[in-house]
């Protein structure tokens, strides 16, 4: 995705407004209510939303998190060089994430740009690092997160380890 500043502010309010009519109850961050695009003194932006699923009567919470972080690349275009998308399902005992980060590492390491987690139960990592597609946007991920949420728990036999693959 690339944008500029103000499209990239709102691309994250547009982030926030699907997760809502998902049902998420975002919290906000530190002191202030408001969905805030954070600027580094590199000039790189980034964003975090974190919230909660709705819970069902007999299940503690799920959260959500949403994060990308975009690079200067000319002019005042903007380009998403990181994400990360993750689910803990607290009442099924799991966590999934889809990221793209360090993407230098991982294409010489293992010839990929993005990798995925699965954690059965969470924290039982018994891989570090999955094969994984990459997700075009925010919104693509929401819709990840909100497949595995609503689909069947996963099934890491099914996922192609990073560390196995010759």
């Known amino acids: 995705m690339r944008g500029t500043a103000g499209a990239i502010e709102g691309h994250v309010e547009a982030v926030a407004v699907l997760l809502e009519r998902y049902g998420v109850d975002l919290r906000p961050h530190s002191h202030s209510d408001d969905i805030e695009l954070y600027e580094d003194t590199a000039g790189r932006l980034s964003f975090e939303l974190v ?89 693509a991920g929401i819709v990840a997160l909100i497949d595995a949420w609503t689909g069947d728990p996963p099934d890491r036999t099914t996922l192609r380890c990073l560390e196995r693959w010759p």
């Open 51 to 139: 919230g909660e699923l709705p819970e069902a009567p007999s299940s503690p919470g799920s959260q959500v998190v949403v994060r990308e972080a975009f690079e200067p690349v000319g002019g005042d275009l903007y380009e998403r060089t990181r994400y990360g998308y993750e689910l803990l399902d607290r009442g099924r005992d799991y966590r999934r994430a889809f990221h793209m980060h360090s993407p230098e590492w991982f294409r010489e390491r293992y010839l990929v740009v993005v990798h995925e987690h699965c954690e059965r139960p969470n924290r039982d990592v018994r891989c570090a690092h999955y094969e994984g597609s990459p997700l075009r946007d925010a919104f």
